[in-house]
């Protein structure tokens, strides 16, 4: 596809990059974040991929990404 989102879905950052393209030229492509690491493919409904149709409980803010809590490391396998 020839043009990227101009900001995330999720919470309305405008650096957007290009992660892979679909191998049938033009049909796709799947973007991501730089700041919240949101990821999709453009052919996604309006609610995964345009802010204003994105669910207002899942959006974001600076303040809450600043704020999260850290994600537990995933402990080793038990053998």
């Known amino acids: ?7 995330c879905p999720r ?9 892979a393209t679909s191998p049938v030229p033009g049909v796709w492509d799947v973007v991501q974040c730089g700041r919240c690491l949101y990821t999709w493919r453009t052919i996604e409904p ?3 991929t345009r802010r204003d ?6 959006k974001l803010t600076a303040e809450d990404i600043e704020n999260a809590i850290e994600v537990p490391a995933v402990p080793p396998l038990l053998k």
Request: proline residues 8%; glycine residues 0%; negative net charge.
């Open 46 to 48: 309006a609610r995964r």
């Open 53 to 58: 149709a994105y669910p207002d409980s899942f």
């Open 1 to 7: 596809m020839n043009h990227l989102p101009v900001e």
């Open 11 to 19: 919470c309305a950052f405008e650096d957007i990059s290009l992660l």
